[in-house]
C-alpha cells in the first residue's frame, strides 16, 4: 500500500528533489503537493482522502507552516506533521515542536538533509502508528476498566437489594419463628392448664360422688337392714324384696367407688403413687382374672412430684385400660425406675399387638384420653413418649418424665 503523504512547498525545484529522494529509497508513495498553505489547509479538512503525514516546509507565502499546523491541530485524526526549516532555523524547529510538531528537517545547503528524508518520514509514520495504537489500546482498556466497573457496580447494586431482601424475609421469618415459638408455649401452657382443672374437677366429682351418693347409699342400705331385722316373722317375700333391693344397693355402692376412684383415686393424694398403683394393679385384675401384672416398682415415693404422680398414674390407667380392653394378653408387666434424672415408666403386655399409627389419635371413654392423651401428657412434662407394637407380638408403651417437670410446667 502507497504511503500517502501532502507535501506543502512552494518551491518546485525542492518538491522535485524531495519526490525524487523518496523514489530513490524506493519507497512507494502517493504524493499530493499543495503551493500555499491555505490549500492544504483545505486539503486537510475534506473528507475527500486521508493522509499518514505532512511534510510542510515553514516558510510559505502567506501562512507559514506553523500556522497552518496551529489551525488544524485540533482536527480529528490529523496525520503526524514534519517540518522544512532552512539552515540556522533551530529555534523555529524548537517552537514547532513545543506546538505539537512531530520531527522536523533542517534544509542544509549541500541537500544533504534529502539522504535522511525517507529514515525520517518512516520512523516518524511508524512511530506515529504505534503511538496511535498504544492510545487506541489504552482507551479500549479504560473503556473496558469503566465498562467492568459499571457492571461491578451494578451488579453490587443489584446484590446489596438481595441481600437487604434476604435480610427482610430473614427478618420475618426469625418474627414468625418467635411468633410461632410464643404460641407454642402459650398452647402448652392453656393444655397444662386444662388438664390440671380436668384434674381438679374430677377430683371434686369423684368426691362429690363418694361422700354425697356414696354416703346415701349406704345410709339406705343400713336402714333396709335394721329393716330387715325387725321385721322378724314378716312374710318371706317382702324379705326376698328387701334382700334383692340391698343387692341393688351394694351394686350401686361399688360402682360408685369404682367410677369414684377411676376418675380420681383418693388413694393418691392420701397415700402416694406407689400405694395406689399396687391397688390399681389388684382392682385389674380381678377384674381380668386371665391376666396377671408383673410389678416392679423400682423407685421411692419421695423421688415423685406431685405432677409426674397423676401424670404416671394416668398413663399406667390408659394403658392397662387398653390392654384390659383390646389386647387378650395374659401377662402384663409393669416397671417404674429411676435413671439420669428421669422418671421412667414401662408397660408391656404379651397380647396380640396392633398398628400405632392407625391407632394414635383414639382415645378411651372413660379415661378421656387415649394414646394420644398419653403422648401429650407425656410431652407437657418436655417427657419422652414411645409406643412399639406389632400385630401378634404384643404392646410395649414406654415415657421417660424428667424428675424437675413440676419446675418446667411452670415455666411454660
Known sequence: MPLRILLVEDNEHDCRAFERALNKANIDLDLTVCDRAEEAESRLTSLNKAFQIVITSYELPG?????????????????PFVMLVGAGSEKIAVKALQAGIYDYII?????????????????????FTDERHHRETEAALIESKNELEQTVQERTAALTITIRAL?????????????????????????????????????????????????????????????LESMGQNPQSEVISLEKILSYIDTTIKDTRRISAH???????????????SWFCREFEELH?????????????KEVSEVLKVVVYRVLQEALNNVGKHSEATR???????????????????????DPAEKLSGSSAIGGFGLSGMRDRTLLCDGEF?????????????????????LRSDIM
Open 63 to 79: 501562512m507559514n507552516g506553523l500556522d497552518l499546523y496551529m489551525k488544524v491541530r485540533r482536527q480529528k485524526n490529523l496525520p
Open 107 to 127: 534544509k542544509d545547503p549541500r541537500r544533504m538533509y534529502l539522504d535522511l528524508l525517507p529514515l525520517v518520514l518512516i520512523a516518524a509514520v511508524k512511530r
Open 167 to 227: 435480610e427482610n424475609e430473614i427478618a420475618e421469618h426469625r418474627k414468625a419463628e418467635i411468633a410461632l415459638r410464643k404460641s407454642q408455649v402459650q398452647l402448652r401452657e392453656l393444655s397444662r392448664k386444662i388438664l390440671e382443672a380436668q384434674e381438679n374437677e374430677r377430683k371434686l366429682v369423684a368426691q362429690e360422688i363418694h361422700d354425697s351418693i356414696g354416703g346415701s347409699l349406704a345410709a339406705i342400705k343400713f336402714a333396709l337392714e335394721e329393716k
Open 263 to 277: 376418675l380420681r383415686p383418693s388413694l393418691l393424694d392420701d397415700i402416694g403413687l406407689l400405694a395406689t398403683i
Open 289 to 301: 382374672p386371665n391376666m396377671q401384672i408383673d410389678q416392679q416398682l423400682n423407685v421411692a415415693e
Open 332 to 354: 402384663v408387666g409393669l416397671q417404674l425406675d429411676k435413671e439420669d434424672n428421669c422418671l421412667k415408666l414401662t408397660v408391656t403386655d404379651n397380647g396380640r399387638g396392633f
Open 386 to 406: 414411645e409406643i412399639a407394637s406389632e400385630k401378634g407380638k404384643g404392646t410395649t408403651v414406654r415415657i421417660s418424665l424428667p424428675c424437675d417437670a413440676e
